[in-house]
């Protein structure tokens, strides 16, 4: 196991029964964030994760795998939406967090349109393809249903969380 990533109560699922429910939480959601560059919002995700109930992690570390990633190919899924991911030694279940941009961040996206909402996504290291399926049904919902608008009008956490969790029990029927 990583030494940056301390595994506490959570048990993990199995890779087939995760929901978005299990893998955001309030406390990971910042709405009407400020940031100037993609290396400050994935600083902030970093951020995010380590300061994560869940588990305890190098902020540093966190940072690396979200930028490692990110310098192989843009994570933007476009329409204004990205999802820096990574893999995580450690972890034993997925973790995920959004920012909401205030003042849309000009970043490398196909379509040149400016980032709005990101969503962070941390997988265990040794998940096969767990993470495809998550960014999978969280493209699917900012694609083919008005998911990204109903985010961003979100007034509060709680509010954005309750619009996810909609989203995925909808799709799960």
Avoid: W
């Avoid at 290291?125 to 699917?140: G, Q």
């Amino acid at each position: 196991m990583n030494e940056n990533v301390d595994q506490s109560s959570q048990a993990g699922r199995p890779e087939s029964d995760v929901r978005l429910a299990d893998v955001f939480s309030c406390d990971r959601i910042q709405l009407n964030v400020e940031v100037k560059s993609k290396r400050r919002l994935i600083e902030l995700f970093a951020k995010l994760f380590a300061n994560s109930s869940e588990y305890v992690m190098n902020k540093d570390t966190v940072f690396r795998s979200l930028l490692e990633r990110e310098n192989l190919g843009s994570t933007c899924l476009g329409n204004g939406v990205m999802v820096p991911h990574s893999r995580l030694h450690g972890l034993t279940s997925p973790l995920g967090a959004v920012v909401q941009i205030t003042t849309p961040l000009k970043v490398d996206a196909h379509d040149g349109i400016p980032v709005s909402l990101a969503c962070g996504l941390l997988v265990p290291a040794e998940c096969s393809d767990l993470h495809i399926r998550i960014l999978a049904r969280l493209a699917e919902g900012f694609s083919e249903h008005n998911l990204h608008q109903r985010l961003m009008d979100a007034e509060n956490e709680s509010e954005l969380f309750e619009e996810l969790v909609k989203f995925d029990e909808h799709k799960q029927r």
